[in-house]
């Protein structure tokens, strides 16, 4: 199974401020017919469901903010928020879906505002 | 506007069974992959079962194997979680989650609001 594991656990930025959250998994996820890392990101906030923000580690999903954005590739992969706006406090999670099944998810990253 | 809307969630015993349903609308949902996600109390996210869009290929996780069977009905656009022999530890918020695509090499692009499962006696 492709373990990923994000850090940190948890963080708290002041509003305005660069927020960088690491996605590591245990083995290369690239797609080497696609050229693509097949890795998503999603932000779940409290009682909501999660929702798809980047796919394949760097495509921006229709209506999410360019703060917003993915990079890496293979093992590690990075979601990076530019400008932190007090509606981006949730938990980000990390998944895999190279290696199917299991498809897998990172253990979440809990955002706050300093 | 695509929508998924899980129902069926419930109190049960240990032991017992409960059938989870997920209608879609705005969507034609014989053309995608399927997967159940569920997340325990104040837990993250764990993938439970995947189906292909025309229902030819199921995998499940371990945690739920010979246990938990999922099953769509494209004419119903509807997808469906059997489950049986509950335990606690499958106590969570079940989420049915749309692939991108018609296999499970997808992302997940829509989520259910999710339907709670309470395992205890």
């Known amino acids: 199974d492709i373990v990923l594991t994000q850090s940190p656990d948890s963080l708290a930025v002041s509003l305005g401020e660069r927020v960088t959250i690491n996605c590591k998994s245990s083995q290369s996820v690239f797609h080497s017919f696609k050229r693509k890392s097949s890795l998503a990101w999603f932000q779940q906030k409290p009682g909501q469901p999660p929702k798809l923000l980047i796919s394949?580690?760097?495509t921006r999903e229709s209506g999410v903010p360019d703060r917003f954005s993915g990079s890496g590739s293979g093992t590690d992969f990075s979601l990076t928020i530019s400008s932190l706006q007090a509606e981006d406090v949730a938990v980000y999670y990390c998944q895999q879906y190279y290696n199917a099944p299991p498809i897998t998810f990172g253990q979440g990253t809990r955002l706050e505002i300093k | 506007e695509v929508q998924l809307l899980e129902s069926g969630g419930d109190s049960v015993q240990p032991g017992g069974s409960l059938s989870l349903s997920c209608e879609a609308s705005?969507?034609?949902?014989?053309?995608?992959?399927m997967s159940w996600v569920r997340q325990a109390p104040g837990k993250g996210l764990q993938w439970v079962s995947v189906?292909?869009?025309?229902?030819?290929?199921?995998y499940n996780a371990d945690s739920v194997k010979g246990r938990f069977t999922i099953s769509r009905d494209n004419s119903k656009n509807t997808l469906y979680l059997q489950m049986g022999s509950l335990r606690a530890e499958d106590t969570a918020v079940y989420y049915c989650?749309?692939?991108?695509?018609?296999?499970?090499?997808?992302?997940?692009?829509?989520w259910g609001q999710g339907t709670l499962v309470t395992v205890s006696s």
């Open positions: 989650a749309k692939h991108s695509a018609d296999h499970r090499y997808s992302p997940f692009d829509y």
């Open positions: 189906i292909s869009a025309t229902g030819d290929s199921i």
């Open positions: 394949w580690a760097s």
């Open positions: 705005g969507l034609t949902l014989g053309n995608y992959a």
